[in-house]
């Protein structure tokens, strides 16, 4: 059997199934897919360098927004607007494509911990992390995945190997 996004198990009631992965290196995007619905991709066209971001509705698992912020060559500022004008309730998905890091400050990274993540702190220049947390999250998110850029160890020039997470989402609850 397939299931939603092409993921290993079906999800229990009152979930949403996800599937994403981190860009390849500068050449292949990254993919975030939630409930069978592929909502970036570099076939959709709608991902870049930095950090790729897709917003989905906790209760009903619609699509709300995706954006990319270029945090390489562009400003944090418009991204640090982008995480405090999240809603609560919001399902936050993000992956890195070429470098998500170097314009990332602390008052950004605070903002992305407080969604759930706890690798936000440790990521750096050209790193592979993809992430699935919340807004108004109380705990630490159990969906996310980190790969440091390593010279010794990344399986293309100067970059990590692509990261890739699945899992079931819960739905929000009233």
């Keep these: 059997p397939r299931y939603k996004c092409g993921i290993s198990k079906a999800c229990p ?41 897709a917003l989905v509705n906790g209760k009903t698992g619609e699509a709300l927004d995706t954006k990319f912020f270029d945090m390489w060559g562009g400003d944090v500022a418009p991204f640090i607007e982008f995480l405090k004008s999240i809603q609560d309730g919001t399902i936050v998905l993000m992956a890195t494509y070429d470098d998500g890091a170097t314009k990332l400050n602390e008052e950004a990274r605070k903002l992305i911990a407080e969604l759930g993540s706890t690798s936000i702190t440790n990521l750096g220049f050209r790193d592979n992390w993809v992430f699935c947390g919340g807004k108004g999250i109380k705990t630490k998110s159990p969906f996310e995945q980190h790969i440091k850029n390593n010279k010794d160890t990344n399986k293309y020039e100067g970059w990590p190997e692509v990261v890739e997470m699945e899992g079931c989402i819960p739905q929000k609850q009233d």
């Design 13 to 53: 009631e009152k979930h949403f199934a996800f599937k994403m992965s981190s860009g390849a290196a500068n050449v292949v995007g990254p993919k975030i897919c939630v409930e069978d619905n592929v909502l970036m991709s570099g076939v959709k066209n709608n991902v870049g360098r930095g950090i790729n971001v």
